[in-house]
């Protein structure tokens, strides 16, 4: 059985940091893609950001240059450095691993969820 398990979540002022970090067990993902969505309250799941398995990378305009992910395929996991953490940050983060090799923004080339970990940004 695939899982995905987040952690790193938490609240944290504007300005701030973070560091998200998703393990993945049930089968090897390093020659996949993988990536971060986040929900906030009402409104949409949206891309945040993604990795190839060679590292390549893309993201969302709004946490371009403040956010970056990367992935150790040793330890099945992908990780997600947020900095300079603005209010609007505020969200739900989920990881997905996709079986796809590309990168992708749409949520549905993804194929395993991970079940959240809460990111709250004060001002």
């Known amino acids: 059985q695939v899982q995905l398990v987040e952690s790193g979540g938490g609240l944290v002022q504007a300005g701030g940091s973070l560091r998200l970090s998703c393990a993945a067990s049930?089968?090897?993902?390093?020659?996949?893609?993988m990536g971060w969505f986040r929900q906030a309250p009402g409104k949409q799941r949206e891309f945040v950001a993604a990795?190839?398995?060679?590292?390549?990378?893309d993201y969302a305009d709004s946490v371009k240059g403040r956010f970056t992910i990367s992935r150790d395929n040793t330890k099945n996991t992908v990780y997600l450095q947020m900095n300079s953490l603005k209010p609007e940050d505020t969200a739900v983060y989920y990881c997905?691993?996709?079986?796809?090799?590309?990168?992708?923004?749409?949520?549905?080339?993804?194929?395993?969820w991970g079940q959240g970990t809460q990111v709250t940004v004060s001002s």
């Open positions: 049930g089968r090897t993902f390093s020659n996949n893609a």
């Open positions: 990795i190839t398995n060679d590292g390549t990378t």
């Open positions: 997905a691993a996709s079986l796809a090799y590309t990168l992708h923004h749409s949520s549905t080339w993804y194929n395993y």
